[in-house]
């Protein structure tokens, strides 16, 4: 099992940036494709970014591909999701989430865990 702790959000103008972090614990990180979802209130889970287990591919949804980039640091056992050019559409909670789907996968149903999200508001 793997516990997931999320930071780095916050309020940010629109056009800034913001890196979110994904600390993990309690099993073998690299195990896991890691994901980035997002969330706004009456809303579905949104897909956002997929990493592989040791990061040689990745998945953007379209609304943010060019502007957010994920990566991760087995080492450290932290996923990241650097998010540039930020729009006020970004505006959600965010939460990171680990599989055992080798390349990761954007269907929130394939993923076992998850953190508690951490707050993106973005302001025009």
């Known amino acids: 099992q793997v516990q997931l702790v999320e930071s780095g959000g916050g309020l940010v103008q629109a056009g800034g940036s913001l890196r979110l972090s994904c600390a993990a614990s309690g099993s073998a990180f690299s195990i896991y494709a890691m994901g980035w979802f997002r969330q706004t209130p009456g809303k579905e889970r949104e897909f956002v970014a997929a990493?592989?287990?040791?990061?040689?591919?990745?998945e953007y949804a379209d609304s943010v591909k060019g502007r957010f980039t994920i990566s991760r640091d087995n080492a450290k056992n932290t996923v990241y999701l650097r998010m540039n050019s930020l729009k006020p559409e970004d505006t959600a909670a965010y939460y990171c989430?680990?599989?055992?789907?080798?390349?990761?996968?954007?269907?929130?149903?394939?993923?076992?865990?998850w953190g508690q999200g951490t707050q993106v508001t973005v302001s025009s």
């Open positions: 989430a680990g599989t055992r789907v080798y390349s990761g996968t954007s269907v929130y149903r394939e993923y076992d865990y």
């Open positions: 990493i592989s287990r040791m990061g040689g591919n990745t």
